[in-house]
């Protein structure tokens, strides 16, 4: 489509307004929207629980009403997530490196973590570091070009060092998640007491 910027924003705005339909779903949206804002000053978790389960009705009814088309769609989102597991591209395994990298420096500033965190932070992400350093030099010294994925994936040692490192950033990610969670319980039990 060549539509200039202004005529995007035009279709943007007049978007919610083409079918009955569409103004139903912005007028459900608003709605939800000025109970959340409200509920942000009253704190009532009745209205919490309320909107939480609204909103899972609504995706229910469009994934019942679309299920052939979600369940294609989710198929073909495991399979991506698959190739970008087993067979990244660069641009993936970089920005997981970046990931990584930023993950570590914010460890080494943030000082309200525990030791143990540290170390299982610490190492997580120098392993996951190591890997890519040990990949960027392998495909130095065999001279294979970054942006030819067939030929990386070919190499069983460029194939084993990728697949390594992802695992190693997804237990990484994972534990952080964990971590985070259970420290904001923490946290939360702590400042009930």
Same mark, same amino acid.
């Given at each position: 489509?060549? %539509?200039?910027? =202004?005529?995007? !924003? ?17 007028? +459900?949206?608003?709605? =939800?929207?000025? !109970?959340?804002? #409200? ?7 009745? *209205? ?11 995706? &229910?009814?469009? *994934?019942? @009403? $679309? ?31 970046? #990931?990584?990298? #930023? ?7 943030? &000082? ?18 190591? %890997? $890519?350093?040990?990949? +960027? &030099? ?6 294979? &070009? ?22 190693? !950033? ?6 952080? *998640?964990? @971590?985070?969670?259970? @420290? #904001? ?9």
């Amino acid at each position: 489509m060549d %539509l200039s910027l =202004i005529q995007q !924003f035009l279709t943007f705005i007049t978007l919610p307004f083409q079918s009955f339909l569409t103004i139903e779903i912005l007028l +459900i949206f608003i709605i =939800i929207y000025l !109970f959340l804002i #409200i509920n942000e000053k009253r704190q009532n978790n009745k *209205v919490r629980i309320a909107l939480t389960a609204l909103i899972i009705f609504l995706f &229910s009814l469009l *994934v019942f @009403y $679309f299920s052939n088309d979600m369940i294609d769609v989710l198929s073909e989102i495991i399979r991506t997530l698959m190739r970008c597991f087993y067979f990244p591209n660069i641009i993936f395994y970089i920005l997981t490196t970046v #990931i990584s990298l #930023i993950i570590l420096i914010y460890t080494l500033f943030k &000082s309200h973590q525990t030791k143990l965190n540290k170390i299982i932070t610490y190492t997580l992400t120098l392993i996951h570091l190591y %890997l $890519f350093t040990n990949f +960027i &030099s392998l495909a130095i010294t065999t001279n294979l &070009s970054l942006i030819d994925t067939a030929n990386i994936y070919q190499h069983d040692n460029m194939f084993v060092i990728v697949l390594s490192s992802q695992i190693i !950033f997804i237990i990484l990610i994972i534990y952080k *998640v964990i @971590y985070h969670f259970c @420290y #904001i319980r923490h946290e939360k039990l702590k400042n009930k007491q």
